[in-house]
């Protein structure tokens, strides 16, 4: 289910839009479900497994965004843009295997709840030279992640995570007959804390964009952009979960 509202108010100068999106999503499946399992000893043998599977998963994500933008006069702009995110999710599993003798093969009933509340805050300044823009800027990106897990293999309890992110960058994009370029420099600082880590890293993240246009309707572009991606509550949390027949996956809090 998703519902979008939004406000926006616009004159020559300034122009304000807020968008409020919540959305809800529940997905369930009920079956029985029969399994083959090859299980080698001195002969192949092949264990037949039936038994109900069910699951759901139900997910609540608002997303609240603020923009707001001022044209200060025909080469200078300037824009705030805030965007706050809550996202949880509630997950349910019930494996049930049993085989042709009645004897249980499996039963695995896991639970799993995650939170992850974001905050990203955006102002920048643009300004308009003859043949050239230059544009300056801030990003703010914090989040702060907990969950909770149980299943056959064991039960793990507010785990937390926490990363902030402090972007600054200049751009400088132009024109010069059937060239044009857009060349952006930005420095992050990055913090995270999980379990057992805490981490404060300062990386260089360049992007240049190159083009050529020999005929109006032909450009030829090269672009090269160097960027880092946080890891995901799945591969920070070390809880376990049981996937198939010998394979378990678990994330690691020291990425």
């Not at 995110?85 to 499996?106: K, P």
């Not at 702060?144 to 400088?172: C, H, I, M, P, R």
């Amino acid at each position: 289910h998703i519902l979008n509202i939004s406000y926006v108010r616009q004159d020559s100068v300034n122009m304000l839009q807020i968008k409020l999106s919540p959305k809800y999503t529940h997905v369930h499946s009920d079956a029985d479900s029969t399994r083959q399992i090859m299980k080698y000893h001195t002969n192949a043998n092949v264990l037949s497994l039936a038994g109900p599977y069910n699951w759901q998963n139900r997910e609540f994500n608002p997303i609240l965004d603020i923009y707001y933008s001022r044209l200060i006069n025909d080469k200078n702009e300037l824009a705030i843009d805030i965007t706050a995110t809550h996202f949880s999710t509630r997950n349910s599993v019930d494996d049930e295997l049993i085989d042709s003798l009645g004897n249980a093969f499996l039963c695995n009933h896991a639970n799993e709840k995650n939170k992850k509340t974001s905050l990203i805050g955006e102002v920048y300044y643009s300004h308009k030279f003859e043949n050239i823009t230059l544009k300056s800027g801030y990003t703010l990106n914090t989040n702060e992640q907990k969950s909770d897990a149980s299943n056959v293999l064991g039960e793990w309890n507010d785990v937390a995570t926490s990363f902030t992110s402090n972007y600054v960058y200049a751009e400088l994009s132009g024109k010069l007959e059937k060239w044009g370029y857009n060349i952006t420099l930005g420095v992050t600082n990055r913090q995270s804390k999980s379990i057992d880590t805490e981490t404060n890293a300062w990386i260089f993240m360049p992007r240049f964009v190159f083009s050529f246009q020999p005929k109006p309707n032909s450009k030829l572009t090269l672009q090269f952009n160097h960027k880092n991606t946080e890891p995901s509550i799945s591969q920070l949390r070390n809880s376990q979960s049981y996937v198939s027949n010998n394979i378990i996956y678990t994330g690691n809090p020291n990425l």
